[in-house]
Structure formats: C-alpha cells, structure tokens
C-alpha cells in the first residue's frame, strides 16, 4: 500500500529556499506519477507540481520558475525544490500519488501534510 511521508518543512524568510521530500514507505508508488498541493485555511487544496515515472513535468504558473519537482525511482521519493519563496507561498504542502492531472479528485493518495512558513 502507499504510503507517503512528507518532511522539509518549516519556516524561511521570503527570497529564501527550502526543499521538500515525500517518501513512500509502502513501496508501492514506484510506477505511479507523484505531484505537490498545497493548501491555505479556508481554501481548497492548489496543485503545485506534477512529474510523471518518466519524468514528465507540469507546475502551476504561480510557480514556474522557482520550483522544481523531481523523483529518484530508485528510493520511491519525488522532491519539491522551492526558490525565491514569497509569504503567497505559504501553506500546508501535500504529497499525492496515485493519479494525473491538476485536480485534487483526481489523485488516490495522500500524505499527511508538511508547513511551510514563508515570512516577510
């Protein structure tokens, strides 16, 4: 079964960067696509990125440029390098496996979340 451990997380002054990880402990997500939501009190959870087994790549336009999704098959985990973060960035972080596609609906596995806290 998949399971998905985020870790990362945490505060950075807006310009700054962090990188954000999530495992699969199950061992069961190797051939699925991953991706990142992110989700702010009273908003419903906004795709990030996505990147395919092959490696394909899709990111939302309010992060094109800064962030950076990746994904070692090897070790079962997908990656969110983040970049010249703004306080607009900050959020509770989700890994999601599973699924394609920028809708939350659309994807079968979650993990539990991760903070980051961008101050200005």
């Known amino acids: 079964q998949v399971q998905l451990v985020e870790s990362g997380g945490g505060l950075v002054q807006a310009g700054g960067s962090l990188r954000l990880s999530c495992a699969d402990s199950g061992r069961t997500a190797s051939n699925n696509a991953m991706a990142w939501f992110r989700q702010t009190p009273g908003k419903e959870r906004e795709f990030v990125a996505v990147i395919s087994w092959s490696g394909i790549t899709g990111y939302a336009d309010s992060v094109k440029g800064r962030f950076s999704i990746s994904r070692d098959n090897a070790k079962i985990t997908v990656y969110l390098q983040m970049s010249s973060l703004k306080p607009e960035d900050t959020a509770v972080y989700y890994c999601?496996?599973?699924?394609w596609g920028t809708g939350e609906s659309n994807w079968h596995f979650w993990g539990q979340g991760t903070q980051v806290t961008v101050s200005s």
């Open positions: 999601a496996a599973g699924g």
